[in-house]
């Protein structure tokens, strides 16, 4: 019951909207709790134990840690400065073990359902080479729906608690739909318990407003989703599977529209999320901002899948570089190498378990420990080398500003990113290098006009058809870029120009759509992750 | 606060602390700038800034940071 | 008057989106049942129905492959003088069976109806087969979500003919399978690795099904061809509680495969799954007496109205592959 599916849009929501509209205030949180489980359900069956057993965890852990908080609060009382902050230390270890066991729960319980497979595949193989015959045996383990995503947000919950950020939930059955809230479960985007808890278990009222703003984004996702994203998938799938008799430039079409495809497909799954979320009056964080403007790597990752990169840049990247270890060498490197010395050192010591962690996150294979890595030493490499770049702009102020040079800056960064995404896409990371070479070294521009592209499952007419889709949503990017509301532009229009305009988008998603005979039905691509 | 705005200084000059209230909205100060911020206020203040109170509105502007620093100077 | 306004706002813009969907479904279906016009390959028999004169089909056969190359109505037409048609399609689920029928039953009137009930079994979980069963739905009032992928070829003819069903499929929606590869596994009904669980939305369209024929006059027939790829016990248990309740006979011929004379090393064509041309003649043949046997079926043969079922016999005996003519 994906988000793009019959069932989800014209029987789940519109049943949830109507059963939450009339249970009034007090019962409308229960009624998304409710529909969060039957979602949940009908992925996974009774694998939702493990999103309980999740929930009952953290629930208690920030219990327990918010009575220690305020068991602190209530001793320092009359306490010198020294004293307080012996029993400080003291409190603050009770905490540290609370939140110590029930992140090794959150964090153990995906790392046993999504990586244990992967490690033992490895161990076993490790073994062998030693001719030591030993191995770990593969396990059948289902991956309950969403894994990826609730756990980041419940280790998130843990961590602000203890940190004393946010008060720990009393209300089980709030802190039960933070985790569970429907249009999240499969593909995030991953919230902050402060960013979504209160507006959740507000049970506003649905208003026609949020009902037609919803509905309006709901349909530019499936736009995306369905017209472009689906349509590309057997042209993509070709070139990755049959690169060898690929030419290079193809191949970097195919990596090209892959990058196209996965932006269309999250991107628009996004827009199909919040939407859904906006009918019932909340709003989610945003995961995308126009990350193909971006002039660098590192800011194609702010604007890019933003809520994971803000999850690893406040739960791994801070607590990595405010540890002891990486500001001493920080200091050291500071008095023998200087500024840049020591941005260089902590970087390198926290950025490097940032990627690995982003690249693992999407799953058990050496390629996507490549993909992390790919990125880990571009932006590294972005940091070693600034004086390099201050200087330059500092010697041609003009140069930097103008517009070609920023077209080059962009260009380049989506080559950056088109390459990561040709390992990210490929079967295996010994096909991504094989790939990698081949489109290298079979590198002929004039392949993609004498008609290679035409054998792939495409034809001219749906070629046209991406092409006008992406042309849309570029325009609208580049609005949104301007800090144009298109989408407040289009509901504030006269109405036979907004119902045009409405119309136009339905009968899109309904005519060129790659759905029923012929085409294959594409599974939501993120929520394998 | 005069300690706190050579401290600033150093790390990013040009920027005119007295005013602004963005500087981590309108990216003034990146990831890196803040953790050299956060070393460098823990050895001169004597106060632990913990992960969790790397946010926004403790970063936004100079008066947030004093503020931020005054509170943790009283927690111990 | 504000809120008057407002409401007749909402509802006027849907109607008008109804219209739109209405008007070029008519434009986006194709305006003739041939591939050239724009009808797939998998809808092409069944469509072959509703191009077949006004109703001249008395037993319409519906169901998956497992029936589109084990049952000819021609052979039945031979032998028995009883006009069959099979409008079944590859993969075919019973909520395509219950739409088909639908739209079948206008030109044609037929007194019985046979589901092979492998369509029961062509899903791929409860989940997925509401989807499914939605998406048919939807089709079936809005054929634009049918059609929508003909804008590619849509044609000026598109905008002005009227939709006309010219295109008969001579073998009456059979296909002739030729090739032999033995089955060699012996009894099958025990081996109990596949599930006879029907989903739900499978099951309510076997009942709006049932209730159709009911509804209408028509006596619907279960029946199961023999394959030992896609039967046993516990499917056959779970159609024969289906059709007790119900009060429907269940024809099982995989547990009268002696009686029908299965021969499984040279009766299938892909070492039991399918049943070739030599599996389907014996099928044709015990079905057809059965059915002339149960069901008061008219004897047409002779009957000049009913020329072009001769005719097509013919057509289709000088047209079967060189392999069956020679065995012959």
């Given at each position: 019951?994906?988000?793009h ?16 509209q ?23 069956r ?14 208690f ?5 918010e009575?220690y908080?305020?068991?602190?609060k ?14 400080k230390?003291a ?55 969403g894994i ?10 843990l ?10 939930e ?16 499969m ?7 402060d960013?979504?808890?209160d ?22 996702g499936l ?55 906006e ?6 964080p ?12 590192s ?17 791994i990247?801070y ?16 008095s ?18 940032v ?9 058990a ?50 080559v ?18 094989l790939m ?6 079979n ?17 001219v ?18 609005l ?10 289009l ?35 993120y929520?394998?992750? | ?5 050579e ?14 209230t ?23 203040f ?8 790397m ?22 | ?6 409401y ?28 050239l016009a ?14 077949e ?9 519906l ?7 084990g ?8 032998q028995?003088?009883?006009t ?8 075919q689920?019973?909520?395509?069976s ?25 899903g ?16 079936h ?8 992928d ?15 069903y ?21 009894d ?13 939305a499978t ?6 099904l ?19 790829q896609?039967?046993?016990n516990e ?20 547990q009268?495969?002696?009686e029908v ?33 149960q ?10 109205v009913?020329w ?20 012959k």
């Amino acid at each position: 019951m994906a988000y793009h599916t019959l069932l989800f849009l014209i029987v789940f929501l519109p049943a949830v909207v109507i059963l939450y509209q009339l249970a009034g205030k007090k019962f409308r949180p229960m009624v998304l709790l409710a529909a969060g489980y039957v979602f949940f359900f009908s992925f996974s069956r009774w694998l939702f134990v493990y999103l309980i057993g999740a929930t009952v965890v953290m629930y208690f852990a920030g219990i327990g840690m918010e009575k220690y908080r305020l068991m602190f609060k209530e001793q320092k009382k009359g306490l010198d400065r020294t004293a307080a902050k012996e029993l400080k230390k003291a409190i603050t270890a009770k905490k540290r073990r609370i939140l110590f066991v029930g992140i090794l729960f959150l964090a153990g319980t995906l790392l046993t359902v999504k990586y244990y497979n992967f490690f033992a595949e490895n161990v076993t193989k490790i073994a062998a080479a030693l001719s030591v015959s030993a191995g770990l045996p593969q396990l059948d383990i289902l991956q309950p729906i969403g894994i990826s995503f609730y756990t980041l947000q419940g280790i998130g919950y843990l961590v602000d608690v203890y940190e004393g950020k946010i008060k720990a939930e009393r209300n089980f059955g709030k802190l039960a739909l933070f985790m569970a809230f429907f249009p999240q479960i499969m593909e995030g985007p991953i919230s902050r318990y402060d960013q979504t808890a209160d507006q959740l278990y507000a049970g506003r009222r649905i208003s026609v407003q949020n009902l037609t703003m919803g509905g309006q984004r709901i349909f530019w996702g499936l736009l995306k989703k369905i017209v472009v994203a689906d349509r590309l998938n057997t042209m993509v799938g070709n070139i990755f599977s049959g690169y060898q008799y690929c030419d290079g430039a193809v191949i970097f079409v195919g990596a090209a529209a892959y990058t196209l495809q996965l932006y269309m497909e999250f991107s628009g799954c996004m827009d199909m999320v919040i939407g859904t979320a906006e009918i019932f009056g909340v709003t989610l964080p945003e995961n995308f901002r126009q990350p193909f403007f971006s002039r660098n790597v590192s800011e194609f990752w702010r604007r890019w899948h933003i809520t994971l990169g803000a999850w690893l840049k406040d739960y791994i990247f801070y607590p990595m570089s405010l540890t002891e270890g990486v500001k001493k060498a920080g200091s050291h490197a500071k008095s023998r190498f200087g500024k840049h010395g020591a941005k260089v050192v902590v970087s390198l010591a926290a950025l490097f378990p940032v990627w690995l962690c982003n690249g693992i996150w999407h799953g058990a294979r050496w390629s996507y420990i490549f993909f992390g890595m790919y990125y880990f030493v571009l932006i590294l490499a972005g940091v070693i080398f600034e004086p390099l770049f201050l200087k330059f702009s500092e010697r041609f102020p003009k140069l930097v500003k103008h517009p070609l040079y920023i077209a080059f800056q962009i260009g380049r960064t989506g080559v950056l990113v088109v390459i990561g995404e040709l390992f990210f896409r490929a079967e295996g990371l010994k096909h991504g290098l094989l790939m990698f070479s081949h489109m290298i070294k079979n590198f002929h521009p004039s392949a993609v006009v004498t008609g290679n592209l035409l054998g792939l499952g495409l034809d001219v007419k749906d070629y046209l058809i991406i092409l006008l889709v992406a042309a849309a949503v570029f325009v609208v990017d580049c609005l949104h870029e301007r800090g144009v509301g298109v989408r407040e532009k289009l509901a504030g229009m006269p109405a036979p120009a907004r119902w045009c305009a409405y119309y136009v988008l339905m009968l899109s998603v309904i005519i060129f759509g790659a759905y029923g005979d012929g085409y294959l039905a594409v599974e939501l691509i993120y929520a394998e992750f | 606060m005069e300690e706190l705005l050579e401290i600033l200084e150093e790390i990013e000059p040009d920027v005119d602390y007295a005013t602004c209230t963005t500087l981590i909205d309108d990216h003034i100060l990146d990831s890196f700038a803040i953790l050299s911020l956060v070393s460098e206020i823990g050895d001169a203040f004597d106060v632990q800034i913990a992960p969790g109170d790397m946010v926004a509105e403790n970063f936004n502007s100079a008066q947030a940071i004093w503020a931020m620093i005054q509170r943790l100077e009283e927690e111990g | 008057m504000e809120k008057v306004k407002k409401y007749t706002g909402y509802v006027l813009f849907w109607v008008i989106f109804a219209l739109l969907l209405s008007v070029l479904s008519g434009i986006f279906t194709p305006k003739n049942n041939s591939i050239l016009a724009g009808v797939s390959e998998r809808d092409w028999k069944p469509m072959g129905a509703i191009a077949e004169e006004r109703d001249r089909v008395d037993v319409l056969i519906l169901g998956d492959s497992i029936v589109l190359t084990g049952v000819s109505p021609l052979d039945i037409w031979n032998q028995q003088g009883i006009t069959s048609y099979v409008a079944g399609q590859s993969g075919q689920k019973v909520v395509e069976s219950y739409y088909w029928l639908k739209e079948i039953y206008p030109k044609q009137t037929p007194e019985l109806v046979i589901l092979e009930v492998n369509a029961l079994y062509n899903g791929e979980g409860a989940v997925a087969e509401m989807d499914y069963s939605l998406g048919e739905l939807v089709e079936h009032y809005i054929p634009l979500a049918h059609y929508h992928d003909r804008w590619k070829n849509l044609t000026k003819a598109d905008l002005t003919e009227e939709q006309v069903y010219t295109e008969i499929d001579i073998t009456k929606g059979f296909k002739v399978k030729t090739g032999t590869d033995p089955y060699l596994g012996g009894d099958y009904m025990e081996n109990n690795e596949m599930s006879g669980e029907i989903d739900p939305a499978t099951e309510l369209y076997l009942k709006k099904l049932t209730s159709f024929c009911e509804s209408h006059g028509i006596e619907l027939l279960l029946l199961s061809v023999p394959s030992p790829q896609s039967w046993n016990n516990e499917r056959h248990d779970a159609v024969a509680e289906y059709a007790d309740a119900h009060g429907l006979p269940y024809l099982d011929l995989n547990q009268m495969t002696e009686e029908v004379g299965i021969d499984w090393t040279r009766d299938t064509m892909d070492a039991g799954l399918h049943l070739n041309y030599a599996g389907s003649m014996k099928v044709s043949e015990y079905l057809g007496s059965y059915i002339a046997g149960q069901y008061p079926l008219t004897d047409h043969r002779g009957d000049p109205v009913y020329w072009v079922w001769d005719e097509n016999y013919k057509q289709y005996q000088m047209r079967l592959p060189q392999e069956i003519k020679t065995e012959k």
